[in-house]
C-alpha cells in the first residue's frame, strides 16, 4: 500500500451569507405525506428530473413540476425513488423496490429488476443508484453492485457492497466509493467482471472526476491527479466547522463546489481557498448541485438556485485582489537551500511559513515588510527530508501556497 499522503489544509473561508440571493423554487410543490422528501436532481437537455418520496417529477424552468409517475406508486407502501438515470425518452429509476424502466419519457414505468435478489433481513430490493458506463448499466442496491448488458431486462451480481456512495468515470475506470469496512474505494477496469481495491483510510460519501483530477468527498476533501494511488488533503477540517462528511462534490465552470451540514462552499480547482456561498434551505440537508440555464440549483428538502454570475463575481473578486501575488522556489526538489521568490502588487507585510504533511508549522522563513515587485528570499533548509509547504500570507491574509520537497 502506498503511503497516503495527508495535508492538512489551512482553510480560508470567506463568508459572504448575507449577500446570498437564494431562491426557493418548490414552494408550489404539493408535500407529499405532510412533508416534501426529495432525494435526487438531474438534468437532461434542458430538463429537469426530481426523485422523489413516491417517484419523479420534471419541470423545464425549475418552478413548474409535472408529475411522471404512473406505475411506480403500485405498493402499498411509499416506493421511495433515489435517483433517475435519463437517455432521451428512455429514464431508469433506482427505487426502494429495485429498478423501473420508462421507454415514453417517464409517462409509464416498469419494473426491471429480474436478477436482483432481495438481501437478507430486507423487505424491498432497495436500488440507491444507477448509471451507465461503456453502454453497460450499474446500480448499486441493498444486495450488492449489479450490471446489465441488456438495457436492465436482466441483472448479474458484480460486487457485493452493500453500503455504495456513488460511481464516477474516471480516465476509462468505474470508481466505487463505500462506507463498507472491507474497501471504501475500489474500480473496475473490465466493465464490472473484477474489481481492483483502491488504498483510501475512510469512508467516501461522493467520487468526482474533474479536471484530470479524481476528488473524493469523505471527512474533508481528498484530490489525486494519480487515479488514486497518491492523494492530497485540502480540507480535512474546514475552520469553524471541525471534521465532517463532504455529502457533494461539483466542478461547475472550472470551480469546485462541496457541501456539508447544509452549507454550500466554492474553491478554484486547487482546493486551497473556500467561500462560503450560503445555508439555503435552513435544516434541509444539501443532496445535490447542478448548473442550469445559468443558475445553480441546490437540491436538499427543497430546491433552491442562485445567479453563477453573482457567486463568479465575488470569486473574481477575490482573485483579482490577490492575483499579482505568486508564490514559487527554485530548485525543486532541493537539500540544503533553495531561492523563493514571491511578487507583491503593492507593499505589504508578508510571511513565508513552512508546513509539513500534517498540517503543522515547522518553520517560519521570514517575516517583513516588502515593497511592490518581486523578491528573492534564500531559504537554508534545516528540515529532514519529505514533503513541505511553503505558504505566503499577505497583510496577515494567506495568498497563494506551493508544494516543495526535500530531500
Same mark, same amino acid.
Given at each position: ?6 495535508? #492538512? ?23 407529499? =405525506? ?6 435526487? #436532481?438531474?438534468? $437532461? ?62 409517462? &409509464?414505468?416498469?419494473?426491471?429488476? &429480474? ?17 451507465? =458506463? &461503456? ?34 468515470? =474516471? ?42 483530477? #479524481? ?6 476533501? $481528498? ?29 461547475? &465552470? ?75 522556489? $527554485? ?56 514533503? $513541505? ?15 516543495c520537497v526535500i530531500q
Amino acid at each position: 500500500m502506498k503511503k497516503l499522503t495527508l495535508i #492538512l489544509a489551512l482553510v480560508g473561508l470567506t463568508t459572504f451569507f448575507a449577500h446570498a440571493q437564494w431562491v426557493k423554487l418548490t414552494d408550489n410543490v404539493l408535500p407529499i =405525506h405532510g412533508g416534501t422528501l426529495f432525494n435526487n #436532481l438531474q438534468e $437532461y437537455d434542458g430538463t429537469l428530473y426530481l426523485s422523489h418520496l413516491k417517484g419523479v417529477r420534471k419541470s423545464t424552468d425549475g418552478s413548474h413540476w409535472t408529475e411522471i409517475s404512473n406505475g411506480l406508486s403500485t405498493l402499498d407502501v411509499s416506493n421511495n425513488v433515489y435517483e433517475v438515470l435519463v437517455e432521451g425518452d428512455v429514464l431508469y429509476a433506482a427505487t426502494l423496490d429495485g429498478i423501473y424502466k420508462s421507454t415514453d419519457g417517464g409517462n &409509464n414505468w416498469t419494473k426491471k429488476s &429480474n436478477g436482483i435478489t432481495v438481501g437478507s433481513g430486507h423487505v424491498h430490493i432497495v436500488a440507491r443508484f444507477i448509471l451507465k =458506463h &461503456n453502454d453497460i448499466l450499474f446500480t448499486a442496491t441493498s444486495s450488492g453492485i449489479y450490471y446489465s448488458t441488456d438495457e436492465a431486462a436482466t441483472w448479474i451480481l458484480s460486487n457485493s457492497d452493500q453500503q455504495v456512495r456513488d460511481f464516477e468515470e =474516471h480516465n476509462g475506470a468505474l470508481f466505487v466509493g463505500s462506507t463498507a469496512h472491507s474497501a471504501y474505494l475500489y474500480k473496475t477496469t473490465d466493465n464490472g467482471l473484477t474489481w481492483e481495491t483502491v488504498d483510501f483510510p475512510y469512508a467516501v460519501q461522493d467520487i468526482l472526476s474533474f479536471n484530470g483530477k #479524481l476528488i473524493l468527498g469523505s471527512l474533508g476533501l $481528498y484530490l489525486s491527479d494519480d487515479n488514486g494511488l497518491t492523494w492530497d488533503a485540502r480540507t480535512t477540517c474546514f475552520q469553524g466547522n471541525g471534521c465532517v462528511a463532504m455529502r457533494e462534490v461539483v466542478g461547475i &465552470n472550472d470551480r469546485l463546489y462541496v457541501t456539508f451540514s447544509g452549507t454550500i462552499l466554492t474553491s478554484d480547482e486547487e482546493a486551497w481557498e473556500w467561500e462560503d456561498i450560503g445555508k439555503p434551505y435552513g435544516l434541509d440537508g444539501a443532496e445535490n448541485i447542478l448548473p442550469f440555464n445559468n443558475k445553480i440549483l441546490a437540491q436538499g428538502g427543497n430546491v433552491w438556485e442562485r445567479n453563477i454570475e453573482e457567486i463568479l463575481s465575488v470569486n473574481e473578486l477575490n482573485a483579482n485582489n490577490q492575483s499579482a501575488s505568486s508564490l514559487s522556489n $527554485y530548485p525543486n526538489p532541493f537539500q540544503s537551500s533553495t531561492t523563493i521568490s514571491i511578487t507583491l502588487a503593492q507593499a505589504a507585510n508578508v510571511s513565508i511559513d513552512v508546513y509539513n504533511i500534517f498540517g503543522q508549522k515547522v518553520e517560519q522563513v521570514t517575516q517583513q515588510k516588502l515593497n511592490a515587485g518581486t523578491h528573492n528570499i534564500e531559504w537554508h533548509n534545516t528540515l529532514s527530508a519529505g514533503t $513541505y509547504f511553503l505558504t505566503l500570507l499577505v497583510d496577515g491574509k494567506r495568498v497563494n501556497t506551493t508544494k516543495c520537497v526535500i530531500q
